[in-house]
């Protein structure tokens, strides 16, 4: 069964830092997304692209984001100079169908 | 903007029990899905079961029911013959018909199995 694949599992950075999350979606899907969750608390969404550009984005998803899909398989989100609080597990998703399916997500670590 | 509640932050049922977890939302839009989903230990995101707003029937995927009231904006999850791997976060989630379907998440429910 195709699924949503994100590398690494877990990342550890310094603060400032820039890091680079990368997805791959289930190949036909068209809607792109990335969600939060910081420890404990609830999945917060990030940002949603479709046809080659960002469709919504979240309070959330400041200049310090960003996101492209450099080769039309993978999707990546760009944090560009990490803080403390951007500690937390990162997922990507891809919709098709009515339904989105989530990778196995990132462990962002911020040291 | 739509809100999603749980009321229930823990929950507990023995191994082959019914547990029902709650939900309600908050919404002005009258096309719209709900979903619940899971996560286990491994922190992966799995999706459970959909409802589509428009649609009466609850609906049901094996053990797993809903029980959807549109007017009172509710939307339960039922996990019937509860087993050790149900073992989870539950999460219900809110889906607009409209703009670019992006889930709004609830807090969360914590569903531990007693063997």
């Known amino acids: 069964e195709p699924e949503v694949t994100q590398t690494p599992s877990h990342q550890v950075t310094q603060m400032g830092q820039e890091v680079i999350l990368r997805c791959v979606p289930i190949?036909?899907?068209?809607?792109f997304y990335w969600y939060r969750q910081i420890l404990g608390q609830k999945v917060e969404f990030l940002v949603s692209?479709?046809?080659?550009?960002?469709?919504?984005k979240s309070e959330i998803f400041d200049d310090q984001f960003s996101v492209e899909r450099p080769d039309g398989s993978n999707f990546t989100l760009k944090i560009r100079s990490t803080k403390l609080e951007d500690s937390a597990m990162y997922f990507c998703?891809?919709?098709?169908?009515?339904?989105?399916?989530f990778g196995q997500g990132t462990r962002l670590t911020v040291v | 903007a739509q809100t999603v509640t749980q009321s229930q932050p823990e929950m507990s049922v023995q191994e082959a029990e019914t547990v029902t977890l709650s939900c309600t939302y908050d919404?002005?839009?009258?096309?719209?899905?709900l979903f619940w989903y899971k996560q286990p230990p491994s922190r992966q995101m799995i999706l459970v079961i959909r409802?589509?707003?428009?649609?009466?029937q609850n609906a049901t995927e094996n053990r797993f029911s809903v029980n959807f009231q549109k007017a009172a904006k509710s939307f339960s999850l039922k996990i019937s013959d509860s087993q050790l791997g149900d073992a989870a976060m539950y999460f219900c989630?809110?889906?607009?018909?409209?703009?670019?379907?992006?889930?709004?998440f609830g807090t969360g429910t914590r569903l531990t199995i007693i063997p």
């Open positions: 998703a891809s919709r098709s169908g009515g339904k989105a399916f």
């Open positions: 190949s036909n899907h068209l809607y």
């Open positions: 692209f479709y046809n080659n550009e960002i469709s919504e």
């Open positions: 919404t002005s839009e009258s096309d719209y899905y």
């Open positions: 409802q589509e707003a428009y649609k009466q």
């Open positions: 989630a809110y889906e607009s018909n409209f703009g670019n379907e992006k889930l709004t």
